[in-house]
DNA sequence: CGAAAACTGTACCTTCAGTACAGTCCGGGG
DNA sequence: CCCCGGACTGTACTGAAGGTACAGTTTTCG
């Protein structure tokens, strides 16, 4: 019992680890079983097929990216009070985790699986999307409490305004992996922050004759 | 010489449906030869190998986003001659366009092979890299126009506004695919109509006595 | 007409996911 | 102490897919 969920776990790691390297589709079965010391057999005891290894990543990538998200607005509440600046502020510390993160952040798995064949797999496609909703209602709950103490400057639907964060995510890894430049993830992010400021933040009054900020 | 390039676009033409409506690595080359009624060693005289045929993809994709971009920003400039109301208009254009597209527009394609295993081909990648410069440095020339006449609002670098727009439109798709939901990806073009509108345009001069839209 | 381009046909190789199923090892409860 | 079940191993095989090699055939165009 306990053995068999430690073999497990290990497989998942190594999987982990191969599938940010190179892909799902570069990761085989063969590979997995080499690295992890163990047969075939073996491999399909844990898992039924490919998909269920898919699923047991994107599983875990959910656990880890709340305790991620938990973690990076749970420091920037201990630092503010006001909902906007706790945002903010979060999506600094967010971008900054996500650049120490070597190649591979946990999003990749979901990025990496997002678009491939295997989403035509029912329970892949469930487990992806529920990894995105998670995301994305976590974003619209503080946009919810912002939007309460800072009327937004246009009419915006607070649900894609939380997307929206998702996507600059999204796409940031994308663009990092398509461009080869890893930075425009954590660039991305501030351009989220940028939004939600440029959205929700009182311009400081100006004194007459003072400009707008210009680049 | 006519006929040869007349198969190698149907070889194309098929592989491109069949892509946008299972993904790549899900299409194989079997199918594509028997649906095209050639052999394998004919779709093998024209594409080396499965990269080769990606690349093919990525190239036509390049020059039809060329026309697609150039055309809806060519009908924005049209209907202004204000910049930031051309590239308002085209955004908004531009989302429309992509909303007529059934599953598939074209940026399924580059979406598609970003984040799989070929793009550890260097030809693959260089392909990739190549259509998401195109599309940000198109965004980047229109960001300079507006930037001349409407200073930003906040300090930003051009260079990453581009870019964001780029992500809302990879991360739109990415996510439309993952959540099963085909309207994000024109929700999230509006969201960088919505951000250029904060960045750059001024705010409607308030008669005294009004308040600004803060709490 | 002739040469190159555009294929066809056949045979074969490798990798990979996945199946089938019998046998083994091992720790804990009765 | 033994047996039961969880955690595997071993062996053998299948089918799909990408790809190679290469000789032969048809088609097209100058």
Chains 1, 2 share one sequence.
Not at 161 to 169: F, K, T
């Amino acid at each position: 019992m306990r053995k068999g969920t430690a073999t497990r776990q290990r497989i998942l790691d190594i999987a982990e680890t191969a599938v940010l390297a190179k892909g799902f589709g570069a990761t085989s079965i063969d590979e997995l079983i080499c690295e992890a010391g163990i047969t075939k057999s073996g491999f399909f005891y844990h898992f039924k097929d490919k998909n269920d290894l898919a699923l047991g990543l994107l599983e875990r990538h959910e656990q880890q990216s709340e305790i991620l998200l938990s973690g990076v607005f749970g420091r920037a509440r201990e630092l503010s009070d006001d909902p906007l600046q706790v945002f903010l502020l979060g999506l600094t510390l967010l971008a900054e985790r996500l650049t120490e993160m070597p190649a591979g952040h946990p999003g990749c798995i979901v990025a990496s699986l997002s678009y491939q064949d295997r989403l035509f797999d029912r329970n892949v496609r469930a487990a992806v999307n529920s990894n995105m909703a998670g995301w994305s209602s976590h974003f619209r709950a503080m946009l919810g409490e912002i939007a309460q103490a800072y009327p937004p400057r246009l009419p915006v639907n607070l649900d894609h305004v939380a997307r929206m964060v998702c996507c600059l995510i999204d796409g940031g890894i994308v663009m990092s992996k398509g461009l080869g430049m890893p930075d425009v993830l954590p660039e991305q992010l501030l351009m989220a922050r940028n939004h939600i400021r440029l959205l929700f933040q009182p311009w400081p009054t100006r004194r007459p004759g003072q400009r707008p900020v210009a680049e």
